[in-house]
């Protein structure tokens, strides 16, 4: 099956705010199919707004079991997402609170904490909600791109993960 055509249609399906949140996820584990995502939608009196929280490891990998301990702890919203909207036409928000980058271990070092950075490359975008499931996959390629790069610096987990 061509990878492009299969893409295509599962962003031309979201019509829905639940529809883009589980076509998010399941892109999500598409690159990281062993990985900890939760994708949800939070309602408020505007409208509701879609966020990603995402690591690479999953509760017992993270050093005491703190998601923010993980090397890829990411945190992504979608903002003004309302159901009735037309999801093609209407912009959307899409920005990055916490992420862009790797923390991985000082060469050498005894210390068993993340320390360098490494970033990964993001950009905010506004588009329409396939416009930003696309800015989001391409991300998680990236994303994937940069944990094989720096497996080697990263904890032993990582390479089971990617």
Known sequence: MNFEKYTTLILENAKTVDDAVNIIEKNFKKHFPKSFIRVSSKSSLGGSDISMKFAIG?????????IE????????????????????????????????RIATKEKDSKHPWLSVIKKIGWRNKTANI?????????????????????????????????
């Open 130 to 162: 396939n416009g930003a499931i696309k800015h989001l996959d391409d991300y998680f390629k990236k994303m994937k791109v940069a944990a094989k790069q720096y497996k080697d610096d990263l904890p032993d987990y990582v390479a089971k993960k990617i």
């Open 58 to 66: 999953e509760k017992s990998d993270w050093a005491s079991g703190y």
């Open 69 to 100: 301990n993980d090397p890829m702890y990411h945190l992504i919203w979608i903002w003004g997402t309302k159901d009735g909207e037309d999801f093609t036409t209407n912009k959307y928000k899409v920005t990055m609170s916490i992420g862009n």
